[in-house]
C-alpha cells in the first residue's frame, strides 16, 4: 500500500453557480455541510441570468412558480419577472446563505477525474491549477454552452457588429440600424419586440416557426404581494400549477401507446389548425401569417409566451426570411434564393449545446472509476443516468441535470429535487463513514430500462409524430433524454426516497498505519464578492 492517503483540498466541490449550484451549495450548507468550494465560470452567481441581459429578457413562466422553496419571494415587480431582477434574486439567495464566501468565479473547470488512491476527485481548471474535493456535484445547468458553430458558412466574416444573447452589448446603439437576427427560439422571441421599435430594419431568418401564446404579464399589485407574504400562499399556488403539469406527464407516461398515439395525433392537428386562426387574426399579411404558422405540434419544440413577437410582424420595419442562408457574407446575409440582404448588425440567437445530446459531452472531461469515460459511455450506450443523477463508474459524483430528468415544473422546484437526491447520497456517506458512494450498475441499468419504457409516448410525439421537426427535446441519438416521463410528485418522491442501499458505501484504502483516511476541513477562498 501506498505511504499514506492525500486528503483532499475540500469535502464538496460544486461546479456552476446558477440556479442549480446556489439550491446545491444552500442545502448541504442546511444539511450541516459547510467545507465546500463553488466554481463558477462567470464574475457573477446567476448562471444564465448574469450572463443573458438581451433586450427584454425576462422569465417565461410566472415568477411566483421561479423561485425557491426554502427562499420565496413575495416582492416580485411583475407576473413575469424581468431578467435583471431575477438575477437580483439569485444574488440575494446566495447572500442569505454565505455562497458568495465559497465561491472561485472566473474559474473554469475543463476536467474531472477520479483518484481511486484517494478517493476523491480532482478538478482541473482554466488557469492551469487543480481543485480536489471528496464529492462533486454538476449543476452546469440544461443549457452548457452557446453553439460556437452556428452551421453557416462564412459566420465569422461579417465585418458590422455581431450580438449574441449571451453576451449582449448594451453600449451599443442600434438606432435606425439595418439589423438581422438567425433563430426564433426563446430569446429571439423576446429580442424582436423589444428592438423593432428603436432599429431602421429588422429583418429575421427564420428556419422554423416559433408557437407564441400571449403572455398576461402585468404589474403586481401591493395587495397581491401582501397575500403572496403570507405563509403558505405562494406554495399553494405553485402546489395548483404542479398538479396540473403532474397529470399531463402522468398521462404521457401511463397510457398505452396504442391509446396514446391517436389522441395525440387529433390534439396536434387541433392546436395546430387552432393556433394557424390566431396568427392570421394577429398578424396582417396572409403570407407572413402563413409562414409563422408551425406544421408541428405544440409541445415538439419549446413553446414561447410574447404579447409582441407576432405583432412586431406587422411594422414597417419588421420583414421575415423563410428562404435557407446560402452564407454570411461580410456585409450581410446570402440566402439561397440569391439575394443578399445587407446588415449593420447580426444578432446570432442559434441556440445551445443542451445536457440532453451526447455530442455536448467531450472525450476526456469526465473520468471515472478504472479510465470510465463519460462522453463514451455516452456515445455509445446512450444518455441514462440513476434517478437523472448518479452513474456507475463515477463514485462520489451527481449531476443536477442529468438524462430523463425535466419534470415539466419550476426550474427550481427541479433542481430542488435533484440537490436534495445529491445531498442525501453524501449524508449517508457520512454516517456510514464511508469513503465512496457509488450507485450499483444493475440498480442504474434496471431504472434506465423502466424509465425508457415509460418515455415511449414522449419518443412517439417527437420521433415519430413531430419528427420532421428540429428541437432539442429530441437528441441526435433519436431519444427524448430532456423529458423525465413522470409526474412531478412521482419524481420527487423517487428522488428523495430512493433505497439508499441502491448505492454502493465502500470505504478508504487503509493508509500504513491501518487507518482509514478522512476528509479534511480546509477553510475555502475568501474572494471579494461582486
Known sequence: MTEGIRHPQFEVAVIGAGPGGIAAAAKLRMAGIDDIIVLERADDVGGSWHENHYPGISV???????????????????????????????????????????????????????????????????????????????????????????????????????QRPSSWDEEYDMSGKAVGIIGTGASAVQIVPAIAPEVGSLTVFQRTPVWSVPKPDFVVPKAMKFALGVPGVSATINGAAFVAVDVLLRFVSKTPIGTFRPIADK??????????RYVRWVVKDPATAAKLSPQFGLLAKRPTMSTGYLPAFNRDNVSLITDPIEKITPTGIKTRDGVLHKLDV??????????????????????????????????????????????????????????????????????????????????ETRRRSAATCEVRKEVA??????????????????????????????????????????????????????????????????????????????????????
Open 60 to 162: 417565461d413562466v410566472p415568477s411566483t412558480t421561479y423561485q425557491y422553496s426554502f427562499a420565496r419571494n413575495p416582492n416580485w415587480s411583475r407576473f413575469f419577472a424581468p431578467g435583471a431582477e431575477v438575477k437580483k434574486y439569485h444574488a440575494e439567495v446566495a447572500r442569505k446563505f454565505g455562497l458568495y464566501e465559497l465561491t472561485r468565479f472566473e474559474t473554469n473547470v475543463e476536467r474531472e477525474v477520479w483518484d481511486d488512491e484517494n478517493c476523491c476527485w480532482t478538478l482541473h481548471l482554466n488557469d492551469g491549477s487543480t481543485v480536489t474535493a471528496r464529492f462533486v456535484i454538476s449543476a452546469i445547468g440544461s443549457f452548457v454552452r452557446p453553439k460556437e458553430d452556428v452551421g453557416i458558412a462564412g459566420a465569422k466574416s461579417f465585418r458590422g457588429k455581431v
Open 267 to 276: 390534439f396536434d392537428a387541433w392546436m395546430i389548425a387552432g393556433y394557424g
Open 346 to 427: 447580426l444578432i446570432l440567437a442559434t441556440g445551445y449545446e443542451v445536457f440532453s445530446d451526447p455530442e455536448t459531452y467531450r472525450v476526456g472531461t469526465v473520468v471515472g472509476r478504472d479510465g470510465f469515460d463519460l462522453a463514451e459511455f455516452y456515445n455509445k450506450e446512450g444518455l441514462q443516468a440513476y434517478q437523472s443523477v448518479s452513474v456507475p463508474g463515477l463514485p462520489n459524483r451527481w449531476t443536477l441535470v442529468g438524462p430523463y430528468s425535466w419534470s415539466g415544473t419550476s426550474w427550481h422546484a427541479f433542481v430542488e429535487m435533484t440537490s436534495d437526491h445529491a445531498v442525501r447520497a453524501i449524508t
Open 445 to 530: 441499468d434496471e431504472y434506465h430500462r423502466t424509465v425508457h419504457k415509460k418515455a415511449e409516448g414522449v419518443r412517439y410525439y417527437l420521433t415519430e409524430l413531430n419528427g420532421h421537426v428540429p428541437t432539442y427535446y429530441r437528441n441526435s441519438q433519436g431519444d427524448s433524454t430532456y423529458i423525465r416521463p413522470a409526474g412531478f410528485f412521482e419524481a420527487r418522491k423517487q428522488t428523495l426516497q430512493f433505497p439508499l442501499d441502491d448505492y454502493r458505501y465502500e470505504p478508504a484504502p487503509a493508509a500504513e498505519s491501518g487507518k482509514p483516511a478522512t476528509p479534511s476541513n480546509n477553510s475555502v477562498p475568501t474572494p471579494v464578492a461582486p
